[in-house]
């Protein structure tokens, strides 16, 4: 077991890590001109500057990059709201599609995609964090409002910057290092104190994916080749955190600087995939939530933030917290706030972006829990779980499926949720679920 002193131990300071930060928002600013675009405000008739800061039902348009589960409930609350919609997608039959009344089918790259978006939408947000910075610089210049901001995003894209972040704003991480070469991977393992660590790439990763456990110099010299280590894609090797649980907490900060958060939520992983997660986490002590509304509170207020922002945490047997990473968008252990909460994470989303008051994100049940429907749960011959078997045992299950087609490993196909009156009661619901659902290799 690593002693709590291990654990604070850091390889670089807090003022090195600020001076860090602020040398790659230079470089990302610099990066504007990599989006090539010929068109201007004046070209694309948008008025200078940008209209009013409220956004109106009926009267503008609400854009999305993204056309992920999670953009498809975006689009959802912002038509419940009245508001026309455009998705910006580079796939041809993402989950949100139908959704919006128009879409935009290209690469983030095409110049004509983003004349075209940047003229429909009135103001833009995003759906995952993987979009490309200078296309987000582009809708900034053109005067889209673009919330959360490009260096919102910037920061959460890439894990080598999100820890610097984090360490430059004094919140505790787990110990690491970013490797950028080959020849420092021995070093990096050294200083780490030859300690069980995950590695894991700095940009792209999502639901455990770019990452290796390793407990020698060897397994980590393998991971490097495996995740193809390079000076232009860095690798953060960081210690295995022997953490009770893990939690996460949702905040939405509006753009007078207002403030709304969600309880608490104790997710668990299986093979680094999110199975289930259940709100409020139960058995939290006082000084852990507070620490967790804390460190969310600091952070929204560090990135000038507009938005939903999803704080991931690694709670320790003491209660205190690490941040694990950052989302700059609704996330997955907030699906439920569509069942339990006066206003769900998507709605707020809504709210945010058209600078309407934020909503209570109370709940308005005791308890809720979620189980993810990964591809397993599917037959390549095409059978599906037993809706029918499922239903009939309980009938107030919510069911979302993503109207994903392929079954690729460990995709995430849809979701269920389910509110009773605390949350063993969920829980021991989810067992007997669990067991109902066949699981396919
Ligand atoms: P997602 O996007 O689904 O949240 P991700 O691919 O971005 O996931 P992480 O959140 O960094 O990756 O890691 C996925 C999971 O792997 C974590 O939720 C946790 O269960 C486990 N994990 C990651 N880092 C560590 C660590 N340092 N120590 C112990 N477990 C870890
Ligand atoms: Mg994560």
């Known amino acids: 077991m690593m002693t709590k002193s291990s654990l604070s131990a850091q390889t670089y300071s807090q003022t090195e890590a600020q001076k860090w930060v602020d040398e790659q928002f230079t470089t990302i600013l610099n990066s504007q001109n990599a989006m090539p675009h010929h068109c201007s405000k004046e070209s694309l008739d948008l008025h200078c500057p940008l209209r009013e800061d409220v956004l109106l039902p009926g009267v503008h348009t609400l854009g999305v990059l993204g056309g992920g589960q999670l953009g498809r409930y975006f689009l959802m609350a912002a038509k419940q709201r009245g508001y026309s919609t455009v998705l910006w997608t580079p796939e041809q039959t993402p989950p949100a599609k ?5 879409v935009i089918h290209a690469p983030f790259d095409d110049e004509v995609a983003l004349a075209e978006f940047a003229k429909t939408a009135d103001a833009v947000t995003v759906e995952f964090e993987a979009v490309p910075i200078p296309t987000m610089l582009a ?3 053109l005067g889209c409002r673009v919330r959360p901001s490009s260096k919102a995003i910037a920061v959460c894209q890439n894990r080598a910057l999100e820890r610097a972040f984090l360490v430059a704003n004094g919140i505790a991480v787990a ?18 104190g030859e300690a069980p660590c995950i590695v894991k790439t700095t940009r792209f990763g999502y639901d455990g994916k770019g990452q290796r456990r390793i407990t020698t110099l060897d397994e980590l010299k393998q991971a490097w080749k495996e995740l193809e280590g390079s000076p232009e894609a860095p690798l953060l090797v960081e210690h295995l955190i022997p953490f009770k649980r893990e939690v996460s907490i949702l905040m939405a900060r509006g753009i007078d600087g207002s403030r709304r958060n969600y309880p608490l939520v104790e997710n668990q992983h299986i093979n680094g995939v999110l199975n289930m997660s259940f709100m409020p986490a139960p058995e939290t002590q006082g000084h852990t939530l507070l620490q967790a509304e804390d460190i969310a509170k600091r952070l929204v207020k560090a990135l000038n933030y507009v938005g939903i922002l999803c704080v991931e945490f690694f709670e320790m047997e003491d209660g205190s917290l690490l941040v694990n990473e950052l989302a700059p968008r609704p996330h997955n252990s907030g699906h439920f706030t569509i069942e339990a909460c006066h206003v769900s994470q998507y709605q707020q989303q809504v709210n945010a972006l058209t600078g ?11 308890a809720v829990g979620l189980m993810n ?16 078997e499922l239903l009939s045992r309980y009938p107030r299950l919510s069911v979302h499926l993503y109207g994903k087609k392929e079954l690729r490993p460990n995709r995430k196909m849809g979701h269920i949720t389910l509110t009773k009156k605390d949350t063993a009661m969920v829980e021991s619901a989810f067992d007997e679920i669990n067991a109902m659902l066949t699981t396919y290799d």
Do not use: C, I, Y
């Open 98 to 102: 139908g959704l919006s009344d128009k």
């Open 139 to 141: 809708l900034e210049s």
């Open 175 to 192: 110990p690491h290092v970013v490797v950028h070469r080959k020849t420092e991977l021995e070093t990096a393992f050294m200083t780490l």
């Open 356 to 366: 309407m008051p934020l909503g209570n994100a109370e709940m308005h049940v005791k």
């Open 373 to 388: 429907l990964l591809s397993n749960r599917w037959s390549k011959k095409g059978d599906s779980p037993n809706w029918q």
